[in-house]
């Protein structure tokens, strides 16, 4: 039984502006297929080497694979589509899967667009995929596919749910195999380092409107702090890691286990440097630990300081206040740790005057480094339907935190764009003049300096925001910017499916508006609850066993 997983080609001027990134995904897979016996697996990485179609399909041609997989997050959702018709095209009978955040929560979407796709995978793939790959290795497939929980499957034009399977308990069973990655590609270039992206936890106990991610895992889990160490250990030993950012979307929420973490990595002493994302009020409240954290390695913070906070949206609220922020980032600061501040930008009411008091806060604060992103409400949130026709664009390629999907009422797409610029290009101008280069010694001076040389790379290439591509060359050319929406792309009417996440701890109404994704947020979890959440793992409710429940994978 041979599988073939493909990455599709998808590039935005984002993230990877700062290298090429290890998609985690395909390690965990291909750990539980080993596990369960399944060891003919191959990777094509199409994004990380820039293949084009005609390379990918000498790929598959050469591997004669009996099925293939591949992801799809929102933006890359068409690529991916496009790669499992080529696998089509070389050979009608290899079984094509596609999972992902995108494919599972909009699956009848895809599966309308994309019928050459045999099955999604609708949660936590792990167990999911071998259950999947054995029903096929019996020769049960398709006869018997409806018994296989977790995927979705159309048969004769009728698009069919199977129950949904449920999440992964023991995480600390699951055993990537980080081995069928090709680890001289994935560099991140600040440090000139090789790069890993592994989990210490899943799920997150919040549950914001505008957020995927408690859907997707649907319960909170963590894992031995020891055994995330273990990880990352036969990462440096047998992969050469040098850096790594923790994929949780917010790591410190238990901050007993995340002590624990830190003082296994110092014991342990592996001499490797990582960041996280976290929240402003982690930040404070861990204020007598932070010298821990950075001895740990520890040495870059992202935090979620003012996503659209000064609009005062009801459905945003204040995250916490501008003292809040510029408190924490002097905390991190003090503690030699670089602190990057993230602002979310572009909703219906943003204005030239909110832009710059942004950028007024990114230069009272003093973080190390700032980043203006899109807003992107992804179409499966519940904010995305109270968004209603304030959302005109639904070319879900676009959908990538660089291009205005929303277009504010008092100035068009094209001086946003222009506007976020003009705060990078004074922001970072700043930063190389008078901050970087002077910025002390040793580790966070070589990282400075080292984020500087990624930007500009991007900057020169064209590639940052995907300037290049939208025809952005400054503010005399904003008459000019085009940014490629495909007319054809439109609302569709959802399938009436829902997911089903379930938490120890209710967070409703008002209270639910103030708990903000990304590093804000004003409520905060005591030791007790998070002590709860991990010892007794909440599980999927008995309705969430129809077939109309839908999920995620990663």
């Not at 080497?49 to 992801?71: F, H, K, M, W």
């Not at 991140?188 to 409107?209: D, E, F, Q």
């Not at 499966?380 to 639904?394: P, S």
């Amino acid at each position: 039984m041979r599988i073939l997983f493909i990455h599709p080609n998808y590039h935005s001027g984002g993230a990877e502006i700062a290298g090429n990134w290890p998609p985690a995904w395909v390690a965990y897979l291909t750990g539980a297929l080993k596990t369960a016996g399944f060891t003919e697996v191959r990777f094509v990485d199409a994004m990380t080497n820039d293949l084009s179609e005609e390379q990918v399909r000498a790929a598959i041609v050469a591997y004669r694979p009996d099925i293939v997989g591949c992801t799809a997050i929102t933006p890359s959702i068409y690529k991916a589509q496009r790669l499992l018709e080529i696998v089509k095209e070389v050979d009608p009978k290899i079984v094509t899967v596609l999972g992902g955040v995108h494919a599972t929560f909009m699956y009848q979407q895809v599966l309308g667009e994309a019928p050459w796709i045999d099955a999604i995978v609708r949660g936590e793939g792990e167990e999911i995929i071998v259950d999947l790959v054995r029903t096929i290795d019996e020769g049960r497939w398709p006869e018997e596919r409806g018994k296989v929980k977790g995927i979705a499957y159309a048969v004769d034009g009728k698009i069919i749910a199977t129950p949904a399977a449920p999440t992964v308990k023991d995480l600390d069973a699951i055993t990537p195999d980080w081995g069928v990655l090709e680890w001289d590609k994935y560099n991140y270039i600040p440090l000139n380092k090789r790069v890993a992206i592994p989990n210490m936890a899943r799920g997150c106990p919040y549950t914001c409107s505008f957020c995927s991610q408690w859907k997707f895992w649907r319960d909170y889990r963590i894992r031995d702090p020891k055994k995330v160490v273990d990880e990352i250990e036969t990462l440096v030993r047998d992969h050469d890691v040098g850096f790594f950012i923790l994929a949780d979307e917010e790591p410190t929420i238990n901050r007993k286990k995340f002590i624990a973490f830190c003082e296994e990595l110092i014991e342990r002493n592996l001499g490797i440097l990582w960041g996280i994302n976290t929240r402003v009020t982690d930040i404070l409240r861990d204020e007598d630990v932070l010298p821990l954290y950075r001895k740990a390695g520890l040495i870059h913070v992202s935090l979620g300081t003012e996503a659209a906070a000064q609009l005062k949206l009801d459905r945003f609220n204040k995250e916490t206040t501008v003292a809040d922020n510029k408190r924490a980032i002097g905390l991190l600061r003090d503690a030699g740790i670089l602190t990057e501040a993230q602002f979310i930008v572009g909703l219906e009411n943003e204005t030239a005057e909110t832009l710059e008091e942004t950028y007024q806060m990114a230069r009272d604060w003093k973080p190390d480094l700032a980043n203006w992103a899109m807003y992107t409400p992804w179409p499966f949130t519940d904010l995305f339907r109270e968004l209603g026709d304030k959302v005109e664009i639904f070319d879900y390629e676009k959908y990538n935190f660089v291009t205005p999907i929303i277009k504010p009422a008092a100035m068009d797409r094209a001086e946003l764009l222009d506007r976020v610029m003009h705060n990078y290009r004074r922001f970072y101008m700043h930063k190389a003049l008078f901050s970087y280069p002077w910025a002390g010694s040793g580790e966070r001076r070589r990282y400075l300096l080292g984020c500087l040389k990624a930007f500009l790379k991007a900057g020169f290439e064209r590639k940052f925001y995907d300037l290049g591509k939208v025809n952005y060359w400054g503010p005399q050319s904003k008459k000019k910017v085009d940014f490629h929406f495909d007319p054809k792309r439109t609302r569709v009417a959802e399938g009436g499916t829902d997911w089903k996440a379930k938490h120890s701890r209710k967070i409703k109404g008002d209270v639910q508006a103030q708990i903000m994704a990304c590093g804000g947020g004003k409520d905060q979890l005591d030791q007790a609850e998070i002590d709860a959440l991990t010892v007794a793992p909440p599980t999927l409710p008995k309705t969430a066993a129809k077939a109309s429940v839908k999920v995620m994978i990663e």
